[in-house]
């Protein structure tokens, strides 16, 4: 399979879609320039956008489960927080042309240990989308994880 990359999915999209689900954080204040930075995997037939978090201190001591990876001390994904996302909503982040040499250098770092990674974040993305179809919301993973159909029926308007 092919190297994981970084994109970027449209604010605008990700707007829509927390209306639907409480798990998906947006927000129309301070932050609302917020990227929203992530792996792309397909899932079920459908592309599903993996967000990455900035590293904090707080992470240093949770453990790492099937649905939390950690990216060294750059970033986390949230695998249990990943969305569908449609074609022309998500563009491939331009590593080479950021201007922010500090932030080149940590997509960089970022790039290279998602690369590393790749399988076991595609495994666990797996893992963790079987088994909210399978549990609903009857476990903590279940309780903490978006719900992958409702989602879907909601990107699947979107278009």
Do not use: W
């Not at 990227?35 to 995997?41: F, Q, S």
């Not at 978006?146 to 278009?159: G, H, I, V, Y």
């Amino acid at each position: 399979m092919r190297d994981l990359k970084l994109y970027e999915v449209d604010s605008k999209y990700v707007k829509y879609l927390s209306a639907y689900q409480e798990h998906i954080y947006y927000s129309d204040g301070e932050k609302a320039s917020r990227k929203y930075i992530g792996v792309i995997l397909e899932i079920n037939g459908l592309k599903y956008f993996a967000p990455l978090s900035s590293f904090k201190p707080k992470h240093k001591k949770m453990s790492e489960g099937v649905d939390f990876i950690k990216i060294k001390d750059y970033a986390v994904i949230n695998i249990n927080n990943m969305i569908p996302v449609p074609e022309g909503m998500y563009t491939l982040v331009d590593i080479k042309g950021t201007k922010d040499q500090h932030y080149k250098y940590l997509l960089q770092s970022e790039s290279r240990e998602i690369s590393r990674q790749k399988n076991r974040i595609i495994k666990n993305a797996d893992i963790v989308y079987k088994h909210k179809l399978i549990n609903g919301d009857n476990t903590p993973l279940a309780k903490r994880t978006n719900d992958f159909k409702k989602l879907e029926k909601a990107c699947k308007s979107f278009c």
